[in-house]
């Protein structure tokens, strides 16, 4: 019995920050890794960022430079720190939380950027 909830999203205009939260609760074991998409309206969800148990990070080139992912393993806590925002980075922001044999999604969290 795993939960994912993530929080933080908001309306903001361009060149605001956003800081979201993901938590997970229930049974958990090790997590192997966490992960954020996101899906905009009549698009494909697509990863932003990971990051690994080791504690390597990964992005994609669209958010290079604004965002920041990390954690706090004894929270099982995964953020994203959204700065320089843009308008096309209005999206539903998703957790992704990769467990030993399970991967488990939060519900969203929409984020908002507009004038």
Do not use: H
């Not at 205009?13 to 009549?42: E, F, H, K, T, V």
């Not at 399970?102 to 984020?111: A, F, L, R």
């Amino acid at each position: 019995q795993v939960q994912v909830v993530e929080s933080g999203g908001g309306s903001v205009q361009p060149g605001g920050s956003l800081r979201l939260s993901c938590a997970a609760s229930g049974n958990i074991g090790s997590i192997y890794a966490m992960d954020w998409y996101r899906q905009a309206p009549g698009k494909q969800r697509e990863l932003v960022a990971s990051i690994t148990s080791g504690g390597v990070t990964n992005y994609v080139d669209f958010v290079k430079g604004r965002f920041t992912i990390s954690r706090e393993n004894a929270k099982s806590t995964v953020y994203l720190q959204m700065n320089s925002l843009k308008l096309e980075d209005t999206a539903i922001y998703y957790c992704n939380i990769r467990l030993r044999w399970q991967t488990y999604w939060g519900q969203g969290t929409q984020v908002t950027v507009s004038s």
